[in-house]
């Protein structure tokens, strides 16, 4: 029964995404709108330093920050007791 429901669930996302392929058009992209004004566009180095520098190098100071500003004294994990018989 479990491949039943994963051949239906697969079957089911492939519709989908098919479906949604073929409803967006990407050449309604290229037509340009009323008031549409794209600026320059940015380089390779501008594009990696904006999606995956920037990010990453926020991530580390958040990280960072909650590290070093942990007042939590409770360190060790907690040893339950053994119960008496």
Not at 58 to 81: E, H
Request: no cysteine; hydrophobic share 50%.
């Amino acid at each position: 029964m479990d491949k039943k429901n994963a051949l239906r669930a697969g079957a089911l996302a492939a519709g989908t995404t098919l479906m949604m392929l073929l409803m967006s058009s990407p050449a309604l992209a290229l037509t340009r709108d009323d008031g549409d004004d794209p600026g320059q566009g940015l380089s390779v180095i501008e594009t990696l330093g904006l999606f995956v520098l920037a990010p990453t190098v926020l991530f580390a100071v958040i990280a960072g920050l909650v590290m070093v500003l942990d007042r939590s004294t409770d360190r060790r994990p907690k040893v339950k007791a053994k119960a008496k018989a």
